[in-house]
């Protein structure tokens, strides 16, 4: 069953040194690709590191593998993605007048998924 | 110093270019010692990880000059397709802008200016808020120079210098050994307020985890506690910082020599937006009734303070201008990329070292996708291959001079390390230009056959 979190998308070192490598190297895809997950959310869904789980909100949706999160750097609740074309896939076109669409801090679903054969 | 000062041929084909510029970041290092072999860059002194990944992967690529709807064409005749198809628009937007020269900035904007465009920049998906929260409250601002030789109380809020811009502490903010804090890290007191617990929380002498979208509520709290406004206990379920940790906070504050607050996009991008801008700008305002204190904007792109500057300096508006009605309109929402495409309003796109289509909402980028659109970029991007005319540019700073602004709107020229065969941004931007005005003036000119002249 999907369960709600607040999905913050950012920069990582590793996402800016595969972006100067470029943005079709395998390197670029992983990162941007990988969902970081807090500990405590991980066992409390039954999840390991690599399974696929399914993001989506009202806007769009992407599927990726999952990783615990390093120690305490994300509280429950919170997912973590690097900024790239899979978060930008939950942004709106709606910015509230202001020209910003809601980047970061994104309400979300997630659920687990499994590979389509 | 001009490039040819600064580099040295230290062996036959091997180069060592001194005080040469990174542009990856707004940090805008120009401390860079740079060894070059023949067209790559092999050493890069000074520079961090993302310095290094910058200067080592910007070496020439065998590609065409240009591609004209996906086929391999030369600059000149590119340029032409370029000017008609901007000439053709009735209401084209020109974007991006934040990773090219100050000198390609103006070109760009005058381009836009002659077809009545819209201009804009990648600020309005990154400070574009703290933009518009500037004209709400200002901005009591300093250098990183002062922040460097004066700050003595450091607040990072809503960033991750750590990853996103790694020499910030140790050049600029934390670490350094300035005239008022001669002891470096030891006379400065770090703070940084976050969601998640970064890695930039190591550096910091206190974490404050300020829950999800409750920045502007923590922000306002600190302003009570600067006034001397009493504050319910409860505000630490509001914010998830206790009144006890905010209150030795202030106090720390109130206690500073020079203070400063950089704060990073997890303010612009999350609910709120301006108004979380105008909160912290609001904070160092008021925090200037006890001692001196700054807020900054820590800068993504390695030129997009110059891109503000420069659109600021031109229009008197620092991004989304629309310029189609003969004199320049500001109007975030309306004049924003973001807005224009997504609405379906733009019919064509000049796009200069941006990549919308790959970081863009998808209405925007389904839009973007369905008009003609020219676009100037050092690498493939999903953006140019989906261009009508897409050009292969030489890279800023590594093959191309010119200026560009720090973080601090501070002007920094480039010292190039080697030359390509491609041409730069400002080069074909002028071709693009000259094509437009001689069309336009052409045009214009009372037809001699009309005449009976």
């Not at chain 2, 802008?97 to 200016?113: C, P, Y």
Request: charged share 25%; with cysteine.
């Amino acid at each position: 069953m999907a369960e709600p979190f607040i999905l913050i998308p950012g920069r990582t070192s590793q996402q800016g040194v595969t972006l100067n490598e470029g943005k079709y190297t395998e390197g670029y895809r992983v990162e941007i690709s990988t969902l970081q997950v807090a500990p405590e959310d991980m066992q409390r869904l039954e999840l390991e590191d690599g399974d696929l789980v399914r993001v989506y909100n009202e806007v769009g949706e992407f599927t990726v593998p999952c990783v615990t999160a390093r120690g305490d750097e994300l509280p429950p609740g919170m997912l973590f993605i690097s900024y790239g074309d899979n978060s930008s896939r939950l942004m709106g076109g709606d910015t509230q007048g202001c020209g910003m669409p809601d980047s970061k801090g994104l309400d979300v679903f997630l659920e687990t998924a499994t590979v389509s054969e | 110093m001009s490039t040819t000062e600064a580099a040295t041929e230290t062996a036959p084909g091997l180069r060592v270019v001194q005080d040469a510029t990174c542009t990856f970041c707004g940090c805008v290092c120009d401390d860079m010692e740079l060894t070059v072999e023949g067209d790559r860059i092999t050493k890069a002194k000074n520079a961090c990880v993302l310095g290094k990944a910058w200067f080592f992967n910007h070496h020439v690529e065998d590609r065409p000059e240009a591609l004209i709807d996906g086929q391999p064409a030369g600059y000149e005749q590119a340029m032409d397709r370029a000017a008609e198809i901007l000439l053709s628009a009735r209401f084209p937007l020109t974007y991006g802008l934040s990773d090219t020269t100050t000198e390609a900035q103006r070109v760009a904007l005058a381009i836009t200016d002659w077809i009545g465009g819209i201009v804009d920049t990648t600020t309005s998906v990154c400070h574009g808020p703290s933009g518009i929260a500037f004209q709400g409250v200002g901005e009591v601002t300093c250098s990183l120079g002062e922040v460097k030789n004066r700050a003595d109380y450091v607040i990072f809020w809503g960033g991750n210098p750590a990853e996103s811009h790694p020499r910030h502490f140790t050049k600029y903010s934390l670490m350094p050994k300035g005239e008022f804090v001669p002891n470096g890290r030891k006379d400065r007191t770090a703070v940084l307020i976050d969601v998640r617990k970064t890695k930039s929380a190591k550096a910091a002498d206190h974490f404050l985890q300020v829950k999800p979208r409750r920045d502007f509520e923590l922000a306002w709290a600190l302003r009570a506690l600067a006034r001397g406004v009493e504050l319910d206990p409860s505000i630490e379920e509001t914010t998830g910082i206790s009144l006890e940790t905010l209150e030795e906070i202030m106090d720390g504050m109130k206690k500073a020599k020079f203070g400063v607050i950089l704060f990073g996009m997890g303010l612009t991008m999350t609910r709120g937006k301006h108004l979380n801008s105008e909160a912290v700008l609001a904070l160092a305002r008021d925090m200037n009734e006890h001692t001196r204190w700054s807020a900054k904007p820590m800068r993504g792109h390695g030129n997009v303070t110059g891109a503000d500057n420069v659109v600021s300096w031109s229009t008197g508006y620092p991004f989304g201008v629309h310029l189609g009605s003969g004199f320049p309109r500001f109007n975030p929402g309306e004049f924003t990329a973001s807005d224009v495409l997504a609405r379906g309003e733009a019919d064509a796109a000049l796009i200069i070292a941006s990549d919308p289509m790959s970081n863009f909402s998808q209405p925007a980028r389904d839009h973007l996708e369905g008009i003609p659109s020219v676009v100037l970029d050092p690498k493939l991007s999903d953006t140019a291959r989906t261009a009508s005319v897409a050009f292969t540019t030489s890279t800023y700073g590594i093959n191309t001079g010119g200026t560009v602004y720090r973080m601090d709107d501070v002007p920094i020229p480039l010292r190039p390390a080697f030359d390509s065969p491609y041409k730069s941004d400002l080069e074909i931007l002028r071709g693009i230009e000259s094509r437009i005005r001689q069309r336009q003036l052409a045009e214009s000119l009372p037809d001699p056959a009309a005449s009976g002249a």
